[in-house]
């Protein structure tokens, strides 16, 4: 197989649309329902991810690998188990040391994530 690289000029970006995220061609490499069933899985947990990465961002007051002068921080992750309508996944939940941290997206023993699915997949 070979090795692909791309090289980008950032002065010719394109920022991309949700619509134009998933063009037919890209859909159509779908075979079965159970492929696009897996695809979507795996794209909502990452979606889930990013934002409670993004929540601890907000609760800690300062962007990850940035400087700071709080005297707690991140303490890497937990894993923990949710419920969606596409099945059973496991997250991984970021934690702070003072384990401050309750994300609203997933509470603290909470396990199912209510109506979340339909924000992510519309995106």
């Known amino acids: 197989m070979p090795q692909l690289f791309f090289l980008f000029d950032f002065k010719y970006l394109h920022i991309m649309k949700k619509e134009e995220l998933f063009d037919d ?23 889930i991810e990013k934002m409670l990465e993004g929540e ?33 996944s496991e997250i991984a939940v970021p934690r702070d040391r003072k384990a401050s941290f ?14 979340l699915e339909n924000v992510i997949v519309s995106l």
Request: overall charge positive.
């Open 25 to 47: 061609g890209f859909l159509k490499q779908f075979k079965t329902w159970d492929e696009l069933n897996g695809f979507l899985k795996g794209h909502q947990k990452r979606g």
């Open 56 to 88: 601890l961002d907000g609760h800690l007051d300062y962007d990850k690998h940035q400087k700071s002068n709080q005297s707690y921080s991140r303490n890497g992750f937990s894993k923990k188990k949710v419920r969606t309508s596409f099945g059973e």
């Open 102 to 115: 309750n994300p609203m997206i997933v509470p603290k023993r909470g396990n199912m994530v209510d109506g």
